[in-house]
């Protein structure tokens, strides 16, 4: 499985990459305002996360100025 897939049993994709790109922020400038450790941010970001807290994803949609189903997408099958 490559990074960019997402973990099998679930089928959301995380477009942080393509976020943080469009906005010209790096992962650590991200984890600076936000308050999540750059490993956490990276976990998001290559599709391993588990889990996300409700509190962790306000904090990323406000920093990146956008709505949840614009980080969290479903992924294609």
Not at 1 to 27: F, K, N
Not at 47 to 62: E, G, N, Q
């Amino acid at each position: 499985m490559s990074p960019a897939e997402p973990e099998e049993g679930h089928g959301i994709r995380c477009r942080l990459d393509e976020l943080l790109a469009a906005r010209g922020l790096t992962l650590t400038e991200l984890s600076a305002r936000v308050g999540v450790s750059v490993v956490n941010l990276s976990v998001l970001k290559n599709d391993r996360a588990k889990a996300i807290r409700f509190s962790t994803l306000t904090a990323i949609c406000r920093a990146l100025e956008c709505e949840v189903g614009e980080l969290l997408v479903l992924a294609a099958d």
